[in-house]
Structures are given as C-alpha cells and as structure tokens.
C-alpha cells in the first residue's frame, strides 16, 4: 500500500527482481505507478478490501494510518508489516551497507550504490530519493535508513554510515540528545566483525562507540580518511594522499559526502581508480531542494550545487523561505522592507517576529520595489 512512495516503490522493485509476485495500490497513479506497471506489478488506484484477497503479505506505507486493506488483511490472518519493517528483514538477510544521518544521507546512499555499481559488485541499492534504486542480483546491499520516527533501530546492519547528528523532525525528538540516543543504539549494535563509518567533521558523529571497527571520514584533521576542498580533491589516509577525485557536484558538502561513500568502499576492497571514476560520473541525486526545506531547514540553507547547471553561487531560496521572509518583515510593518529583502536575496528573518498576529501582506509595496528593480536594469549604464 502507498506503491507510488519512493520507500515502498523500491521494495516493490527488490521483490519483483527476486521472483515474487507484487500487486499494490495508491490513491493516485503516478509515473512511478506507470513505471512499475511497465516492470509487471499489478496496481489498482484507490483503496478496496478485496486488493488483499489470495496475498501472503502487505507491506504498507508509514504514512498509511488507516484503511479498509488493513483492516481486511489482519481480519484474514494476511501477514502485515510496515516498509520499515520489511526493509529491516531485507537488510539482516544481506551485505548490508546502512547509510543514516539528519541530512546528506540520500547523497551518500546514492554514492556509495553507485560506487559499487560501476565496481561490478551489482549490488541492490534503496535511496530515498525515489529515483536511484535498483535491484541487483548480489549479495551486497546499500540502503538509507530513517530515523525520523525511531524505526532506525529495527534495522540491523552489518555495516553503516553516519553523515551527522542534529536535531530534526521535532514532531518525534524533543532535543538533539534524543536523537543522538537513538543513532548511539543503533552503532552501539553492529556486530563485532562489522563496520562504522562516521564522520569526523561531526561532534556527535565522531563521538559514538560501537563494538564493530570504527573509520572516520571528513575534513578534520583526526579523520581516518581526510579530503580537502581542492578540486579536485585528494583523499588521504594513513598519513599518505591514495589518490585525486574530479567530482562534477559543487560543494563543500558533496566532497565530505563523496570521501564518506569512499571509506567504505575501500573499506570492503574496492579499488580507488574504481571509486574516483565512479565518482567522476556520479550524476547526482534528486529532490535535494524541496526535502532539505521541509525535513531540515538548516539543510536548505546549504548550497544547491548540482541544481545550478554550471552557473555561479546564489543565495537559494526555497518557497518555505520565501513566505517566512515576506511574513516576518510584514508582521513587523515593515512592507518595503520585506520588498528590498526578498529582492537582495538577504538572510532569513528572526524567527521570534512568526509569532506576533498575522496581517495582510502589502502587496502594492513589492509590485512598486519590482517595477523600480525591472526600471534600473534598463537605464544606461545601470546593472
């Protein structure tokens, strides 16, 4: 259920590649719905008890609270389990690569597919993007993990990533110490003769213990496998440079998410002309902008790199960002200036002014501050 969602599509695709027989439903069709379709898995739009008849298992979306298919499946005795949950049972049955963290964990998850992808190790790869995973045909599997309502530690990984700690999805964590709680438990639970990688640029990262070995990755000095932002940019390790990675995606943050997806790579024998060509032809993962804006707002405020096509840094300005700007100076009286803000790309308004009561937007003010900024591009000798 919920067959259109990145998360269940992905399982939707695993499953069909080891031979089940898949159905699902969604309240709308979609072009992944069409994509699955053409892949031969059987979707019905909308919601019917009987979708459930003559099936061993429903996986259902979280976001799914209630339904008519629930309710006939656990009434038939049909095995019933979230996407969390079904992906927790793929995970322990596999060589599995788990990849969490507040933000960059899509990034990393994609990377670090793609790496062992072009490596020849035809691994199955979940990104909660929903547009990179694939099912492959090894033993080896890549997965994102989420935290965001403390399913992460359902999973039990042989090896994992962690990109950074911070506090998000305040609807579920009260404080930053209770999300470090939850990724603590979850290194604290890899095995002996498995892996984590953390990222040195991160307090709270770094911080963790596991029994498993432990590597660090990042800027830091302290960092096991050290990058800089050259470009391209050198990996070190062991005190020695292993070689130069030419990585098309802007940003500082797409070096440390790259030299993370690098780690463990060579930390399960990939050879490093491999990953640097893999790298070279990273092409990049999708819905970083609208994701960052409505799970972590600090993200957002990150450079868009990959988005800009070549042309040079700009301030980025998500939609959320906009409103909040506009609302902000207006709540203070302050329409012109709400106009001169948004049209310099100025930084986001203190958050305190959102809770004063809300009035009318003066729109006249912004159309006249536009109609001045269209007026000066014209005149000679103005830019």
């Not at 994609?110 to 909660?128: Q, R």
């Not at 399913?151 to 962690?162: C, E, Q, T």
């Not at 409505?294 to 957002?300: D, K």
């Not at 009035?359 to 006249?364: G, K, N």
Request: proline share 5%; aromatic share 4%.
């Amino acid at each position: 259920m919920g067959i259109g969602g990145a998360g269940v599509s992905a399982l939707a695709r695993v499953y069909l590649a080891r031979g089940d027989e898949v159905s699902g439903c969604d309240s709308q069709s979609s072009d992944t719905t069409a994509e699955l379709e053409d892949a031969g898995v059987t979707i019905d739009v909308g919601h019917d008890p009987e979708h459930v008849l003559g099936k061993d298992l429903l996986v259902y979306s979280g976001a799914i609270k209630d339904s008519p298919e629930l309710d006939a499946a656990r009434a038939m005795g049909v095995r019933v389990i979230t996407r969390a949950e079904a992906l927790a049972e793929i995970i322990e049955g596999a060589e599995s690569i788990a990849i969490g963290g507040s933000h960059g964990k899509t990034t990393v998850t994609h990377m670090t597919g793609h790496i062992l992808t072009e490596a020849g190790l035809d691994p199955t790869v979940l990104v909660g993007d929903g547009s990179h995973s694939r099912a492959g045909s090894s033993k080896w599997l890549v997965a994102e993990v989420d935290e965001s309502d403390g399913s992460l530690l359902l999973h039990h990984p042989k090896r994992a990533i962690v990109t950074n700690i911070e506090l998000d999805h305040t609807d579920h964590f009260p404080d930053v110490e209770a999300v470090q709680a939850l990724f603590a438990e979850f290194i604290g639970k890899l095995p002996a003769d498995g892996l984590a990688v953390l990222c040195a640029d991160d307090a709270r990262a770094r911080s963790l213990t596991t029994p498993a070995r432990k590597v660090t990755y990042g800027f830091d000095e302290s960092a096991d496998y050290r990058c800089n932002e050259s470009r391209p940019f050198t990996i070190h390790h062991g005190g020695r440079a292993i070689g130069r990675v030419n990585l098309r995606q802007r940003g500082r943050h797409n070096i440390q998410n790259a030299t993370g997806a690098a780690a463990m790579a060579l930390e399960i024998g990939v050879h490093f002309e491999e990953i640097a060509s893999a790298l070279e032809h990273f092409p990049g993962a999708h819905r970083r902008l609208h994701r960052g804006a409505r799970h972590h707002p600090g993200g957002a405020g990150a450079e868009a790199p990959s988005a800009d096509r070549g042309l040079p840094a700009a301030p980025l300005l998500t939609a959320g960002r906009l409103h909040l700007r506009l609302r902000a100076l207006v709540q203070r009286r302050r329409p012109r200036a709400a106009a001169r803000r948004l049209l310099r790309g100025r930084a986001e308004p203190d958050r305190r002014h959102l809770e004063r009561p809300r009035r009318p937007l003066a729109q006249r003010h912004v159309r006249r501050q536009l109609r001045e900024r269209a007026r000066g591009s014209r005149e000679p000798g103005r830019t």
